[in-house]
């Protein structure tokens, strides 16, 4: 069975940084493009950045709100995408979800992990 | 960047009536070279993640009910549920992905009336 775990959610204070995971099972993260996207408390959807596929060269791409603060990276090994959060700021504050696509199917959701920004 | 707006914000149907959503992009989104455009569909329930229905425009997700339907091109895009359930009361997005930034629609609220 696919599945997406996600892992690292927290309190951090404005300017912080965190790290947030999504471990793939039943199938090899490298193959697929993955995105990451959030959802504020009681707000819509925002779409905030994507990893292509290894046959894309793992080429990333971002929302401007975060350009520049915020990375998507993988692991192999891990079998894992990531999203490193840098200068973190309370517009920020959201439940993110990682997304697996396949043939422009976006089939399989992790289940969401809550970052909170405040002093 | 392309911009969806979806109508109505809510709406509330009578069981087993139909239910109608749209979504206008600011701009045409393309299509693949088998004429599907690259707009999705979601429906999302309190506490839960979105959940795919529709994608290429009218390709209903392994598992999705028949009642499910999407349509539409070029600016244009609707989801239709077919004998609304009391499954179907949540959140319907849709989402281009053509060119990032991969933008969503506002979201429509279905309630039962």
């Known amino acids: 069975e696919v599945q997406l775990v996600q892992s690292g959610g927290d309190l951090v204070q404005p300017g912080g940084s965190l790290r947030l995971s999504c471990a793939a099972f039943g199938y090899t993260v490298g193959d697929h493009y993955m995105d990451w996207v959030r959802q504020a408390p009681g707000k819509g959807l925002e779409w905030v950045g994507r990893t292509r596929h290894k046959t894309g060269g793992y080429f990333t791409e971002y929302a401007e709100s975060v350009k520049g603060r915020f990375a998507i990276s993988r692991d192999e090994s891990k079998n894992s995408v990531f999203l490193q959060m840098n200068n973190l700021r309370t517009e920020d504050t959201a439940v993110y979800y990682c997304?697996?696509?396949?043939?422009?199917?976006?089939?399989?959701w992790g289940q969401g992990t809550l970052v909170t920004v405040s002093s | 960047d392309i911009v969806l707006t979806q109508s109505p914000d809510s709406l509330a149907v009578s069981l087993g009536e139909r239910a109608t959503i749209n979504c206008r992009s600011s701009q045409s989104v393309p299509h693949n070279s088998n004429y599907q455009n690259y707009l999705t569909w979601y429906q999302q329930k309190p506490g839960q993640p979105p959940k795919v229905l529709i994608y290429w425009t009218s390709i209903r997700a392994f598992g999705v009910p028949d009642r499910f339907s999407g349509s539409g091109s070029g600016t244009d895009f609707t989801l239709t549920i077919s004998g609304l359930q009391p499954e179907d009361v949540a959140l319907y997005y849709c989402?281009?992905?053509?060119?990032?930034?991969?933008?969503f629609g506002q979201g429509t609220k279905v309630e039962i009336k």
């Open positions: 989402q281009q992905y053509y060119s990032p930034p991969y933008n």
């Open positions: 997304v697996r696509w396949i043939s422009g199917n976006p089939d399989c």
